[in-house]
């Protein structure tokens, strides 16, 4: 066993050196890719001015900006985002719809209200 230690030691001291390698390179690497994402936020912001300028602005007008792809990128998301929203509107529509029609629980789950107690 003894005649392995060395061997040991090595090899784990050459994995030390290895993760810490990987480590900062990729701290590195995460704050280009940070330091990319943000330049491109900015260039939108000070061409656009704000995010309901940018979510309603033309592809054209972002590809100006940031290029075509990129604009292509931009404008899905934001599509995406409104499917999204619209979605959870529907939905909440639907429960909102659920409650009114008597569908929302017994009475015993509602707020009483002190003035509604004249037409009880």
């Not at 995460?30 to 061409?47: G, V, Y």
């Not at 602005?57 to 590809?63: D, K, L, Q, Y």
């Not at 029609?101 to 002190?114: H, K, L, T, V």
């Amino acid at each position: 066993m003894s005649e392995f230690a060395p061997m040991l030691v090595g090899i784990a001291f050459f994995t030390m050196i290895a993760f810490i390698v990987k480590t900062v390179a990729d701290g590195r690497r995460r704050r280009e890719h940070l330091k990319t994402i943000t330049e491109f936020h900015n260039r939108l912001l000070d061409k656009l001015g704000s995010v309901r300028a940018i979510k309603n602005a033309p592809a054209e007008e972002i590809a100006s900006v940031v290029g075509w792809s990129a604009a292509q990128k931009v404008r899905e998301f934001f599509e995406l985002e409104g499917a999204e929203e619209s979605a959870e509107n529907a939905v909440a529509g639907d429960e909102e719809s659920a409650e009114n029609a008597g569908g929302g629980g017994d009475s015993s789950d509602r707020i009483d209200d002190p003035e509604d107690e004249d037409t009880r």
